[in-house]
């Protein structure tokens, strides 16, 4: 699987959009970008994901490049509690069920 | 759906003892994943699961071990605890690899003194 790489932390004012930037420039084309984040200590919480097409739900939007080697996260509105952790990762392939790997992440601070 | 459940949730070992950490899905997910998470680190997954009686290794498998006798259950078993196993683990699962998000259960923090 495609490894990724993020910032390490990021700070967002409260009520601006939150951008982060994922590189995984060897991504295949049959591998999936998710997001995860982790706020304290708890189990980590999926996000959204996406393979081509650009994507929103009620959570985030995910932008992907046309090349797929890079992908960028947005909470439009970011609020205190997004304060997390946030994982890119890539996954996809039944060959390659147990090789995705949850890097350091981004630590995002929202701050007032 | 209670989702992914793990216990115990807090454990304190002593060196060289032996526990198993129990990890149960309701969701009729066919894959299954430990991680372990140190402090201020990533998650690294241990072993995972593609199906009842299918495990293989992942990144840090050394001094554990598993078993998946069924699609609900997923138990790690830790022989001969040692201080580097001080972590927090994490169980998740999904539906599949590629579109399939996964589910993660609370976490049981472990300490080996």
């Known amino acids: 699987d495609a490894k990724t790489t993020q910032p390490p932390s990021m700070d967002c004012a409260e009520g601006r959009a939150a951008n982060l930037p994922c590189n995984h420039s060897t991504i295949s084309g049959n591998e999936y970008v998710y997001w995860y984040r982790q706020i304290h200590s708890q189990g980590p919480q999926y996000i959204i994901h996406?393979?081509?097409n650009n994507e929103t739900n009620e959570m985030a939007s995910l932008i992907i490049t046309e090349d797929r080697k890079s992908s960028t996260l947005i909470l439009p509105h970011a609020t205190l509690r997004d304060t997390a952790v946030y994982y890119c990762i890539v996954r996809g392939g039944n060959t390659n069920a147990g090789k995705s790997t949850f890097g350091d992440g981004t630590t995002l601070t929202v701050k007032p | 759906n209670a989702g992914v459940t793990q216990t115990p949730k807090f454990r304190i070992l002593k060196i060289g003892q032996s526990m198993t950490l129990q990890c149960t899905q309701d969701m009729n997910h066919n894959y299954m994943y430990w991680y372990r998470q140190d402090p201020g680190m990533g998650l690294k997954l241990i072993y995972y699961s593609v199906g009842a009686g299918i495990t293989d290794k992942g990144e840090v498998p050394n001094g554990y071990n598993v078993s998946r006798s069924t699609t609900e259950d997923f138990p790690l078993r830790l022989e001969l605890a040692a201080p580097s196993q001080t972590s927090v683990y994490f169980c998740?699962?999904?539906?599949?690899?590629?579109?399939?998000?996964?589910?993660f259960g609370p976490g049981t923090r472990l300490t080996v003194t």
């Open positions: 998740a699962s999904s539906r599949g690899t590629g579109e399939g998000e996964q589910y």
């Open positions: 996406g393979l081509k």
